[in-house]
Nanobody
Framework: VQLQASGGGLVQAGGSLRLSCVVS????????MGWFRQAPGKEREFVAA????????NYADSVKGRFTLSRDNAKNTVYLQMNSLKPEDTAVYYC????????????????????WGQGTLVTVSS
């Protein structure tokens, strides 16, 4: 299973970016997907997760109402739409995958995920 994240870049505060993560696997529709981020000098933290069907999502409090996670199972892709970006959103963003058809019980845990992408850098200037 390989994950390829893209879409990062430099944006001014208040702006928007959309991150994508393409997953190379035959059965993408059986995978729960998550996004984490890691700012310089800080630990990796949970951002958002989506269940296998796209019918359920979970967000960190810091991004609720600003970020939206969606998926297109026909394209093996998840999308993280980030609006109203703040300088504190600056980080390397990583997508992650875990094969399960269960609800999002453990989606916020780093150790829950089996596969990780390489990360894409998001920089928000003030």
């Amino acid at each position: 299973v390989q994950l390829q994240a893209s879409g990062g870049g430099l944006v001014q505060a208040g702006g928007s970016l959309r991150l994508s993560c393409v997953v190379s696997v035959r059965t993408f529709s059986t995978y729960e997907m998550g996004w984490f981020r890691q700012a310089p000098g800080k630990e990796r933290e949970f951002v958002a997760a989506i269940n296998w069907s796209g019918g359920s999502t979970n967000y960190a409090d810091s991004v609720k109402g600003r970020f939206t996670l969606s998926r297109d199972n026909a394209k093996n892709t998840v999308y993280l739409q980030m609006n109203s970006l703040k300088p504190e959103d600056t980080a390397v963003y990583y997508c992650a995958a875990h094969e399960t058809l269960r609800p999002l019980y453990y989606s916020g845990r780093y150790s829950h995920y089996d596969y990780w992408g390489q990360g894409t850098l998001v920089t928000v200037s003030s």
